[in-house]
């Protein structure tokens, strides 16, 4: 019985490592999400921060200010889903699916 809980110890220790290398390597990646039929574009990194915000000159309307604040929300929302998608994805190669008590992602 001894020998089972060292090798289940060893096991949950490797995977934290292989958990932490995964996060350092998602954090690396970028995703970009666009809205507005392109007029604008968000890039985000795995660690679900805004990298940037490109807009395209039309979409900037002195008289529609609200519709730019809008396309700029949209864009960032849908970038961060994007990298909350992949974190998720990633993490559930490495656990082959299990749902990990206190392990958000």
Known sequence: M????????????????????????IAKRTLEASVGGGMVTVTVNGKSEVLRIKIEPQAVDPEDIEMLEDLVVAGVNEALRKAQEMMTEEMGKLTGGLKIPGLSF
């Open 2 to 25: 001894r020998g089972g809980m060292g090798n289940l110890m060893k096991q949950a220790q490797q995977m934290q490592q292989k958990m932490t290398k995964l996060q350092e390597e």
